[in-house]
């Protein structure tokens, strides 16, 4: 028992309980419109919103229809939303070129979203899966994932992102040394304030099913992308690679997945009380969705129960396709008086 907690029936748990009014007060973490970043599948064409059947309720959304987004986020008062392009296969190839071609469909959508809606911080995703003709976040050579000729195709996209007035830069692709290479070259190029939020412990993870199908890499991925992301059974190595990103210049670090690796995020939070983000993974949304959708689970509740999850295990902020549909309910339950 707790030193400062007196026998029964001095001691009653329940009665902070009886009332709404007792437990708000004393609810230890909250939920607020303010800890989410919404992921975002941008694809070409005018007026396009394609529905994602993996993930009901998610759509691709042509530029235009972005920026319509972007508002709509900003409106809600969320801070951030996460680009990721569904890249027409044509323009696919082993050199990856398209990924730091300043005019490619994430490049255009970030000036066309800071142009119009400039409070919304705009983050990005460095990796070559989107570009890449074998689906993986790094050149294949000879059947093997190259790390140093990857990182210096990641400068390069990386540059382009922040040309085009990204806020947040998302190294998404688990190479070694990548953060500080986009570092480095961030402040020769003179852009000192944009950030790095590392995907410092991001799994080997089935859970990004749902997201691979999205931006058209499940057909194209070949093998599994084992030995650069985390082996789920590892903890003290994530430990290892916060700290090296954040050496190398992160600014932010992430975990990802996010419901099954709370354990990761408390353990990051503890040991170094930086920035902390947790991805809550496309087929973790798909899974609470599913069973919404089925009637299985009240969908609403389930959706903020995962969601006030992330803060009590000490993340900061959180990345969830359900931001928007969770900004509304909480605005609601705030003029509510709820
Ligand atoms: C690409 C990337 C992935 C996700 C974010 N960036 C997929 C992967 O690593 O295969 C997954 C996001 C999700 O599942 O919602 N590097």
Redesign the pocket.
Known sequence: MHPVTPAFPSARFRRLRASAALRDLTQENRLSVKDFIW?VFVRDGENVEQPIASMPGVNRLSVDRVVKAAAEAAGLGIPAICLFPYTDPALKTADCAEAWNPDNLANRAIRAIKAEVPEIAVMT?I?L?PYNINGH?GYVVDGQIVNDETVAALVKMALAQAESGADILGP??MMDGRIGAIRVALEAAGHRNVTILSYAAKYASA??G???DAVGASGALKGD?KTY?MDPGNSDEALRLVARDLAEGADMVMVKPGMPYLDICRRVKDAYGVPTFA?Q???EYAMLKGAALNGWIDGEKSMLESLLAFKRAGCDGILTYFAPEAARILAEAQTAGG
């Open positions: 992921p995703d990796a899966d976040d998404s692709d859970f990004y749902p997201f691979r992308k992301q991805y993974v496309s087929g």
